[in-house]
């Protein structure tokens, strides 16, 4: 069954991936940060975003299930 949180869930991982793949946003050097230029210093910055993003879809998910009556999962 479709709902906003697991909606909100697969936008949570979805978004990652879509930023990755869209290169024309990222692909050149400036504004550089610190003399790391724009290409890189983006791709860094969703490594964090996506630690992020993956924390909040996966207590998304685990509040969903709880709600739902469903054993959380490994217990």
């Not at 930023?19 to 210093?41: D, K």
């Amino acid at each position: 069954m479709v709902t906003p949180v697991r909606v909100l869930i697969a936008l949570c991982l979805t978004a990652p991936f879509v930023a990755m793949l869209w290169v024309g946003s990222y692909a050149r050097a400036e504004p550089a940060v610190a003399g790391v230029p724009f290409f890189y210093w983006y791709q860094l910055a969703w490594v964090v975003l996506s630690t992020a993003l993956t924390l909040a879809a996966y207590k998304l998910h685990r509040r969903d299930r709880r709600s739902r009556g469903a054993a959380p999962d490994g217990e």
